[in-house]
């Protein structure tokens, strides 16, 4: 792969950024930026089709004018969206890519296996929050854990994701970059989170979820799973819940909605605190139990909290 190719399929690298040299972004990268970013709303991975030299160093610069568009708006629902988005690509590129790419970007992150066994602290950086990646149920062996290629690949896109996701402030921004921020703002999802979450409505597990779709935070399926029984349990309804989740990045409504709607005609009982614990999401020994903390609120704060 010749570095104009590994510039345009990696543009968060050093070597992209060393290839645009002085390039300086005008109004036609500018919109370009903003489709990658409109992309990443509309979970539409794909990147442009290029050609030459000039429409491959455009299609570099635009992820570039992109973070300067998310650094003026910062918006972290639309920067984590569009690091989820970036950091899929990358993943589709890893998956086709040779020996040497694949070293040269994972050893970007740290991420060097010898052995398919990688070092616990690299590890616990980048490893996905889900329940086969946690250190419990892995092998260890003398303070390196056993990783299979496919998990390699993952944790390069978990690097690439988290690092996408730091992208400085943007104070005083060109009109161009503004407008085209303005415009992006008008797309976001409308639904939005209805629920008013007071201390002590939930168990702190719960809450902690509640905290971390405030912050656009992605869940692993296992907490996705418990959250959204508990959810229908304490009597909300679909378009509520779909709310609550419409804040992570890689939200998408109709996968949401058929999974609730599943979950409600099932009739799937919420996880009992022992259950949680393997999930690897709770977060105090509280011993009030997720259905007893909720069944001992009395029926009028019950209503209160659905319709809030």
């Known amino acids: 792969m010749d570095e104009l190719e590994f510039a345009l399929k990696f543009p968060f690298t050093d070597e992209a950024k060393k290839l645009l040299g002085d390039m300086q972004l005008n109004k036609r990268i500018i919109e370009m930026g903003a489709e990658r970013i409109r992309k990443a709303l509309h979970r539409a991975g794909a990147g442009r089709v290029v050609f030459n030299e000039p429409e491959i ?39 086709k890519a040779d020996p040497e790419t694949l070293e040269r970007i994972s050893s970007r992150f740290g991420i060097k296996t010898e052995n398919e066994m990688l070092d616990i602290p690299t590890y616990l950086m980048y490893s996905p929050k889900s329940q086969p990646y946690r250190l419990i149920n892995r092998k260890i062996i003398r303070g390196k854990v056993w990783v299979s290629e496919a998990e ?37 999802p409308k639904t939005e989170v209805k629920i008013n979450v007071k201390a002590g409505d939930h168990p702190p597990c719960i809450m902690k979820l509640f905290e971390s779709a405030k912050k656009h935070e992605n869940l692993p399926h296992t907490a996705r799973w418990f959250f959204a029984t508990y959810l229908l349990a304490i009597g909300m309804n679909e378009d509520q819940i779909t709310g ?65």
């Not at 299609?59 to 629902?77: K, P, Y």
């Not at 390699?152 to 407008?179: F, N």
């Not at 009992?272 to 609120?297: D, E, F, Q």
Request: charged share 30%.
């Open 244 to 308: 609550v989740f419409s804040t992570m990045p890689d939200f998408s409504e109709k996968i949401t909605r058929y999974q609730i709607a599943h979950a409600k005609k099932r009739g799937y009982s919420v996880p009992s605190c022992a259950t949680v614990m393997t999930y690897g999401i709770c977060v105090a020994v509280c011993r009030v139990g997720i259905p007893t903390k909720w069944h001992n609120l009395d029926e009028r704060r019950k209503k209160e909290i659905r319709n809030e």
């Open 152 to 188: 390699k690949l993952r944790l390069i896109e978990e690097a690439v994701r988290k690092h996408i996701e730091i992208i400085p402030v943007v104070k005083d921004a060109p009109d161009t970059i503004k407008k085209a921020g303005e415009k992006l703002l008008e797309e976001l």
């Open 57 to 95: 160093k455009e299609e570099i610069a635009s992820f570039a004018a992109a973070r300067m568009i998310l650094g003026a708006l910062r918006n972290r629902f639309m920067t984590n969206r569009f690091a989820v988005n970036e950091s899929k690509m990358v993943r589709s590129h890893l998956n």
